[in-house]
Structure formats: C-alpha cells, structure tokens
C-alpha cells in the first residue's frame, strides 16, 4: 500500500471534482456519501499504510515515493514525490481521520445549505491540499499544499459570501497569509540557493555539515518561520484567525484542529534539523510562541461569542505548540498538535451542535441552562474542555504537562512560570464558556427552543469525545516504554546536542501535581465567577473598566493594524490612482494623443482634393529648393 500512497489525496480529489461538477445535478444523499466518503477512503488507506509501515525492517525506512520528475532545469530536479516516516503518518491520520469526522458531522450540520455540494467539494479539496502539504518530500512540492490551504481557507471562510463579515474574513486570512508566505518563499529560495537542492533529506543532510549558529541558516529558519506565523496565526500575523470563525462551524473545526493552522508547526518540526542548527531561531520561535498563547489567552477571558473564545483557545494552543519547538521539544509539540486536533475539533463541532440547538445563536449571555436540553452535547463539550484545561487522564494533560516539563528542565523557568499563567487562564475562560453555556438560569430568547443535535452530529463529537479523554496514553512519560509517541516519532525528528538528563520519578509527579493544581485554580476561579458568585465579574470589570475594555477590544490590534498599515496602503493606492496614474501616466498619454490630434487637423487643411492646390504646393516647393541652391 506505501507504493500506492498517492491514492491518499487522490480519493478526496475525486470527491470534490464529482461533487464541484455534477452537485447541483445530484441529489444530497448522494452528495453526502461521495463528500465524506472520499475522505473515509483516504483514512482506511492511511491506517493501512501506517501497519505496513510499523512492520517494515529498520533499513528501508523512511520510504520515498516518486511519483514523476516534475521539474527538471540543468542539476535542480523537483519531484512529485510522497515521504512515508513517523511524521508524515502521524499528520496523515490526524488530517484524514479527524477530517472524515467533521466530513459526516457536516452532513447534519449544512443539510439545509442551498450550497451543500459546493460545501463537501471545497472542503474536499482542503483536505486534498492538507495531505499534500504534509505528504510532500521536498520543499516545492509541499508550498503547493500550502498555497492550496491558503485558497481553500478563502473559499470557505468566506462560504457564506452574502454576508459583508464573511467575505471580508475571507479576503483577511488570505491577504495575512500571503504575507507569511512571502518569508517563507523567500526560505525556499535561500535554501536552494545555499543547498543546491529542495528534497528534505537532501538539505538536512547537508545542513548537518554547517557549524551551530550559521548565520544562512540562521536566516532560512527565520523566513520559514514567518511562513508559519502566518499560517499558524502567531504574532505578528494571528489577527485572521480569530476572523475565520465566520465559516460555517465544520469549517472552522477543520481549519482550527486539522488542517491550515497545524501547518506552521508541522512545518518547523519537518525542518527540525534546520532549528537546531539555529540558537538564534529556536529563541525566536519559543518567544513568539509563548508571547501568543499568553496574549490570546487573555483575549479569550472576555469574548462572549462561543465560537470566538475557542478561536482565541486556538491560537493560545498553538503559541503552545511553538514553544515546544523553540525548546527543542518538537516531539511534545507534535504530540500537542494531535490532542489538540483531537479536543479542539470535539469542542468547535460541539460549539456547532449548541448553535444548531439555539437556531444560530452564538452569544453565550443569551444561553444558560442548556445542560438538560443538550446532555450529549454537554457531556462532549465537558471532555474537551477537561482535556485542553489539561486535567488528568485526558489528553491535553499529558502534552501540554510535558511541553510545560520540558521548557523548566532546559532551563527556562521564566518560560515555565508564564506558560503556567497561560494554563490557568485556559481552564478558566473554559469552564467560563461551559458555566454560561450549560449553567445558570435561562437567558434565551422566548421564540428559541433549544434541543439535542441528530446522531449523523453527535457520533462523531461521541468519537472525538473518546480520542480526547483517552489519546493522551500513548505519549505516558513517567514509566520507560511507555511513551509509544515519542519512540515512534523520534527518527523524524532531530534532537538539540547534549547529554540527556533524566530526572527522578518524584520530581515529575511534583511538576504533574503543579500543572493540574494551576488548572484547578482557573476551574475554582470560573466556579465562583459564574456558579457560586454570578455578580462577581460585573463588579470586577466596573473596578478595572480599561483593562477589561482593552482585553474585550484584544488590546485594539486589528484598530492599530488598520491605522498603520492598511489606511496608508489604501491611501497610497488612490493618492497613485489619482495623482499618479490618472494625472501623470494618463496625462502624458492622453496628452500625447491630444498633440497629435492638434497637429493633424492643422496638416489635414492642406488636402484639400483641387489638383491646382497641389500643383501650386510642387511649384512653391520647386522654388524654394531653387532658391536655397542658388543662394550657396
């Protein structure tokens, strides 16, 4: 089956050009089984690989398959080709089998879309250039996948084209990106450049020859990073992601948990031989990671809209993930990255499910007590909101934990100390959507009656709900052999130069018992905001009203974004239409024109059609050549 691996992208390829030509023609039964049923290829397909793969001896991995020689120019070749390793099987099965789960939830969720078959044949292809990107075994072939996630994320962000938000949203995450992109092409270039080749192993290879702390390679992880803030919504470039939830539900589920914003990270663990070559990059790429999970968590405390909290919990997560990276721990950001796909697909499909039940409501002010009306969707939405909170035995404990173990044992305790900050205000702004959704008294409108999503919705959250309390036991770190994770991705990753320091059994329950005491503040603190005290937190915002106002307006960055850079954009381009284009490059040619047309209407007066005029013309032509000869 890894000799057929190509058949992964094509399955769903094929689901979007059946369902993209001949949707409208077909009914939505049969646009409900090609959609989803494309993608559900593609998992088994994958889940078939990856037992042919474990069994494989130890000498024919990792395994390369050429597909044809795509670009050939003198020495450079780029080929269509597929790299089957621990990193690529692990994104494989988190983008194809959370994917083929948020694909059947949406058969339940769109099934009154007039677009349905538009719908599964754009989020068909999204997937396709998921796999793509994360199957790729050189660098061109893999910003292919990447460009493609790009226009995907425009097409179905902006789904609903109708609304001014959702096109505007659109343009937003595809504008922002295209600036990441630009760094990382420009990553692209310098590696060929330096390297002389885009194959993966070919440049890590090579790159292993290059002393620690080179400056070109130095600047290429910094340019490949760019591309990641952009695609992984991290400071400067997070502002879209936020945004995004303008799609519908399963969009962002999509967007968020398995495809687009994992790319970034998967990116920089892919390239982890170039990281460790660059003190400076890692440096970078663990603050910018920190400062963004920091920065987003905060924003998450005072959001409203329960889809955009889970956004903001996104774009903290993957801070997350990077500071990970930056540590060296690329594993733990890896291993973050699936739990993470995991509980944050369960908890954007479950916040699909509460919407579906309030008739699109999203406002969670105008929710409360919905815990009895929708005891499914409750039930999931609790373990997700355990398993990111990082509660044990759920997933999010067990990455989270050892990315938070990780960054203290190198060193970094600053980071630690505000990685935790960040933990606590996670299970708080959580258990705060939880209170105001599922708690309390009934804020919902007279004409809305809330009820319980159908099965083709919740099976799936009841899946994601399993994956999410139990997914977490394959990277255990405490007893040796049973962090199944870490051994089977470890030959895909390089590790930072050093001797390796283990530490006692004790001191890792110690560093447990801390992350979970942390959650378990920010629990108590929502408990009593928003069960025990409900008064409390508009008594606290009236004490402190510029710093919950600058929090609820996040810190007004899409206002300083809008005054610094996109108003002298928009200015610069009409002061150009206007003075430039329409004066300067319009005027000379129309100028031009004009000169032309003078002189032709004067010259036109001399043909006149008599052929006395013209004889009259040749004898003054005559005599004034005459004249000018005889006066030398």
Not at 37 to 47: D, I, N, R, T
Not at 555 to 571: F, G, K, Q
């Given at each position: 089956?890894?000799?057929?691996?190509?058949?992964?992208?094509?399955?769903?390829?094929?689901?979007?050009?059946?369902?993209?030509?001949?949707?409208?023609?077909?009914?939505?039964?049969?646009?409900?089984?090609?959609?989803p049923?494309?993608?559900?290829?593609?998992?088994?397909?994958?889940?078939g690989?990856?037992?042919?793969?474990?069994?494989?001896?130890?000498?024919?991995?990792?395994?390369?398959?050429?597909?044809?020689?795509?670009?050939?120019?003198?020495?450079?070749?780029?080929q269509?080709?597929?790299?089957?390793?621990?990193?690529?099987?692990?994104?494989?099965?988190?983008?194809?089998?959370?994917?083929?789960?948020?694909?059947?939830?949406?058969?339940?969720?769109?099934?009154?879309?007039?677009?349905f078959?538009?719908f599964?044949?754009?989020?068909?292809?999204?997937?396709?250039n998921m796999?793509?990107?994360v199957?790729?075994?050189?660098?061109?072939l893999?910003?292919?996948?990447?460009?493609?996630?790009?226009?995907?994320?425009?097409?179905?962000?902006?789904?609903?084209?109708?609304?001014q938000?959702?096109?505007?949203?659109?343009?937003?995450?595809?504008?922002?990106?295209?600036?990441?992109?630009?760094?990382?092409?420009?990553?692209?270039?310098?590696?060929?450049?330096?390297?002389?080749?885009?194959?993966?192993?070919?440049?890590?290879?090579?790159?292993?020859?290059?002393?620690v702390?080179?400056?070109?390679?130095?600047?290429?992880?910094?340019?490949?990073f760019?591309?990641?803030?952009?695609?992984?919504a991290?400071?400067?470039?997070?502002?879209?992601?936020?945004?995004?939830?303008?799609?519908?539900?399963?969009?962002?589920?999509?967007?968020?948990?398995?495809t687009?914003?994992?790319?970034?990270?998967?990116?920089?663990?892919?390239?982890?031989?170039?990281?460790v070559?660059?003190?400076?990059?890692?440096?970078?790429?663990?603050?910018?990671?920190?400062?963004?999970?920091?920065?987003?968590?905060s924003?998450?405390?005072?959001?409203?809209d329960?889809?955009?909290v889970?956004?903001?919990?996104?774009?903290?997560?993957?801070?997350?993930?990077?500071?990970?990276c930056?540590?060296?721990?690329?594993?733990a950001?890896?291993?973050?990255?699936?739990t993470?796909?995991?509980?944050?697909?369960l908890l954007?499909?479950?916040?699909?499910?509460?919407?579906?039940?309030?008739h699109?409501?999203?406002?969670?002010?105008?929710?409360?007590?919905?815990?009895g009306?929708?005891?499914?969707?409750?039930?999931?939405?609790?373990?997700?909101?355990?398993?990111?909170?990082?509660?044990?035995?759920?997933?999010?404990?067990?990455?989270?934990?050892?990315?938070?173990?990780?960054?203290?044992?190198?060193?970094?305790?600053?980071?630690?100390?505000i990685?935790?900050?960040?933990?606590?205000?996670?299970?708080?702004?959580?258990?705060?959507?939880?209170?105001?959704?599922?708690?309390?008294?009934?804020?919902?409108?007279?004409h809305?009656?809330?009820?319980?999503?159908?099965?083709?919705?919740?099976?799936?959250?009841?899946?994601?709900?399993?994956?999410?309390?139990?997914?977490?036991?394959?990277?255990?770190?405490?007893?040796?052999?049973?962090?199944?994770?870490?051994?089977?991705?470890?030959?895909?990753?390089a590790?930072?130069?050093?001797?390796e320091?283990?530490?006692?059994?004790?001191?890792?329950?110690?560093?447990?018992?801390?992350?979970?005491?942390?959650?378990?503040?920010?629990?108590?603190?929502?408990y009593?905001?928003?069960?025990?005290?409900?008064?409390?937190?508009?008594?606290?915002?009236?004490?402190?009203?510029g710093?919950?106002?600058?929090?609820?307006?996040?810190?007004?960055?899409?206002?300083?974004?809008?005054?610094?850079?996109?108003?002298?954009?928009?200015?610069?381009?009409?002061?150009?239409?206007?003075?430039?284009?329409?004066?300067?490059?319009?005027?000379?040619?129309?100028?031009?024109?004009?000169?032309?047309?003078?002189?032709?209407?004067?010259?036109?007066?001399l043909?006149?059609?008599?052929?006395?005029?013209?004889?009259?013309?040749?004898?003054?032509?005559?005599?004034?050549?005459?004249?000018?000869?005889?006066?030398?």
């Open positions: 089956m890894i000799n057929y691996i190509w058949l992964v992208p094509v399955f769903p390829l094929i689901g979007f050009l059946i369902n993209g030509l001949f949707g409208k023609r077909m009914s939505k039964h049969t646009v409900s089984i090609v959609g049923g494309s993608v559900g290829l593609s998992f088994a397909w994958v889940l690989v990856f037992w042919e793969y474990i069994n494989l001896p130890a000498n024919a991995k990792p395994v390369e398959v050429v597909i044809y020689n795509w670009i050939t120019a003198g020495t450079f070749n780029a269509a080709a597929f790299l089957v390793d621990p990193l690529s099987l692990v994104m494989l099965m988190v983008v194809s089998g959370v994917g083929f789960l948020i694909h059947i939830y949406s058969v339940g969720y769109m099934h009154d879309d007039p677009g078959a538009r599964f044949s754009y989020l068909n292809l999204f997937i396709v796999l793509i990107l199957m790729a075994n050189n660098f061109l893999m910003f292919v996948g990447w460009e493609g996630v790009g226009l995907c994320s425009y097409l179905l962000i902006g789904y609903w084209y109708e609304k938000s959702a096109s505007d949203a659109g343009k937003k995450a595809f504008v922002v990106n295209r600036i990441g992109d630009f760094g990382f092409l420009v990553g692209i270039f310098l590696i060929f450049w330096t390297f002389g080749t885009v194959n993966f192993r070919e440049v890590f290879g090579q790159a292993a020859g290059y002393p702390g080179d400056a070109i390679i130095t600047i290429i992880t910094l340019c490949l760019v591309g990641a803030t952009g695609k992984s991290q400071i400067p470039l997070y502002t879209w992601l936020p945004d995004a939830m303008e799609g519908p539900t399963p969009v962002s589920a999509l967007i968020h948990a398995a687009m914003v994992t790319a970034g990270v998967y990116m920089v663990a892919r390239c982890s031989a170039l990281y070559m660059a003190p400076v990059s890692m440096t970078v790429v663990a603050v910018v990671g920190l400062g963004t999970a920091i920065l987003a968590a924003i998450g405390l005072a959001q409203n329960i889809k955009r889970l956004a903001y919990s996104t774009v903290s997560q993957l801070g997350y993930m990077f500071l990970a930056g540590v060296g721990a690329f594993v950001g890896i291993f973050h990255l699936m993470h796909a995991f509980f944050k697909a954007f499909l479950g916040s699909g499910s509460v919407i579906h039940g309030m699109g409501e999203q406002d969670m002010r105008k929710m409360g007590y919905l815990k009306k929708m005891p499914i969707t409750y039930a999931v939405m609790l373990v997700g909101t355990l398993a990111i909170a990082g509660i044990f035995p759920f997933a999010g404990f067990f990455s989270k934990d050892e990315i938070l173990f990780k960054a203290l044992v190198d060193g970094h305790v600053g980071y630690w100390a990685a935790s900050l960040g933990a606590l205000m996670t299970a708080f702004y959580m258990f705060r959507l939880i209170f105001m959704t599922f708690y309390g008294e009934k804020r919902w409108d007279p809305v009656h809330p009820h319980e999503s159908p099965p083709v919705m919740t099976i799936p959250l009841i899946i994601l709900a399993i994956l999410s309390a139990v997914g977490g036991f394959v990277g255990i770190p405490l007893l040796h052999g049973w962090n199944v994770f870490h051994e089977f991705l470890s030959p895909s990753i590790h930072v130069a050093g001797p320091v283990h530490h006692a059994m004790s001191f890792e329950l110690i560093m447990m018992f801390v992350s979970m005491g942390v959650a378990g503040v920010g629990i108590f603190l929502a009593k905001f928003y069960i025990k005290q409900p008064e409390l937190p508009e008594q606290v915002t009236a004490k402190v009203p710093v919950y106002d600058l929090i609820y307006n996040k810190y007004y960055v899409d206002e300083l974004y809008d005054a610094t850079v996109v108003e002298p954009i928009r200015n610069g381009s009409v002061f150009l239409w206007k003075e430039a284009d329409s004066k300067v490059v319009d005027g000379a040619i129309n100028g031009t024109a004009s000169l032309v047309e003078r002189l032709s209407a004067i010259i036109r007066k043909e006149t059609g008599y052929v006395q005029n013209y004889a009259l013309g040749i004898l003054i032509g005559v005599a004034v050549i005459t004249g000018y000869y005889l006066g030398r």
